[in-house]
């Protein structure tokens, strides 16, 4: 409806609350097109002024298929901004997402996945997916979602698995081996986040030992050796945690993992060098056989 397009934020906004349903499809398409835009005091800014964002939630939770799909993609983007976060999370904004990823459309589940991933860049956000019930369904998702989906879950996971009650939620609620499958098997993008993911899982003991027994540390040395640049640094991040334990030290060495950590320790990037001096330092203390290999391996000047 073109006539919808033209008008001004505040008028979508308020179409959104009062219109007819194909005002409000249009309306709430148009929202989600203008909050594209990333700048500062722009469009994400003034939805929120315009009080936008309520109505969005409750779109999200009562409209029809197409109205959901709108606001979810809406609420997406305005995640990004953390005003915004703590306007979303006041109003309980993450049920209809959560809803939605149990029994949405594709569309709506690939939307609010990315919103519920943007909500837990804020420690609010962080608990209160948690609190809402929303690893279950992310966890579901990273498992058994499509190509896009996967990749939007682990990122979710990633950012929620910053938190200290959700890296044992998380696991209690399935999570680490499919985010080891996807470290080894997925895509490109789906490996970056499963890593991040993993990275963050790791820094919990229990974590350590169900990483390994789900077959992680393989991919992740294979990552460490082998991936991108952000890739190597949170793998050897990952498995700088991971080396906490005296299993975990047994399976990296096994795996090849000397290797790729001296690499990454003479080549990587600043943070990755810190990540992968701190695992080999671990890894030192395991034996004198470690530390005469990771010597071999030119980890230690003659």
């Not at 298929?65 to 993450?94: F, P, S």
């Not at 938190?163 to 680490?176: C, H, Q, T, V």
């Not at 790791?202 to 393989?218: C, K, S, T």
């Amino acid at each position: 409806m073109e006539e919808i397009r033209n008008l001004p934020l505040p008028k979508l906004v308020q179409v959104i609350v009062s219109g007819g349903d194909e005002e409000k499809t249009a309306a709430a398409a148009c929202l989600a097109e203008l909050v594209q835009d990333r700048t500062p005091n722009g469009p994400r800014t003034k939805v929120r002024e315009a009080g936008g964002i309520k109505p969005l939630i409750a779109l999200a939770r009562d409209g029809s298929d197409a109205q959901k799909e709108h606001a979810a993609a809406a609420l997406w983007k305005l995640a990004r901004e953390e005003e915004n976060v703590l306007v979303i999370v006041d109003a309980d904004g993450m049920v209809p997402l959560i809803e939605l990823l149990r029994s949405g459309t594709d569309a709506q589940k690939e939307h609010a996945c990315g919103a519920l991933g943007n909500l837990a860049t804020a420690d609010v956000g962080q608990a209160a997916v948690r609190r809402a019930g929303g690893l279950p369904p992310l966890v579901a998702l990273a498992r058994d979602g499509s190509s896009g989906q996967k990749e939007d879950a682990a990122a979710a996971l990633a950012n929620l698995a910053m938190d200290e009650e959700n890296k044992r939620a998380i696991r209690e609620a399935g999570g680490i081996p499919p985010l080891v499958e996807l470290t080894r098997d997925g895509s490109t993008d789906q490996r970056s986040d499963a890593v991040g993911a993993l990275a963050n899982l790791a820094d919990d003991l229990e974590n350590q030992v169900a990483i390994r027994e789900a077959g992680g540390i393989p991919p992740l040395v294979s990552l460490a050796s082998a991936g991108d640049e952000q890739q190597k640094e949170d793998a050897a991040g990952a498995l700088w945690n991971l080396a906490n334990d005296e299993a975990n030290r047994d399976a990296i060495c096994e795996a090849g993992g000397l290797g790729a950590l001296v690499k990454i320790s003479g080549e990587g990037s600043d943070s990755a060098k810190e990540h992968a001096v701190g695992a080999l330092c671990k890894l030192a203390t395991h034996s004198l056989l470690v530390r005469m290999a990771i010597r071999e391996a030119g980890g230690i000047p003659p």
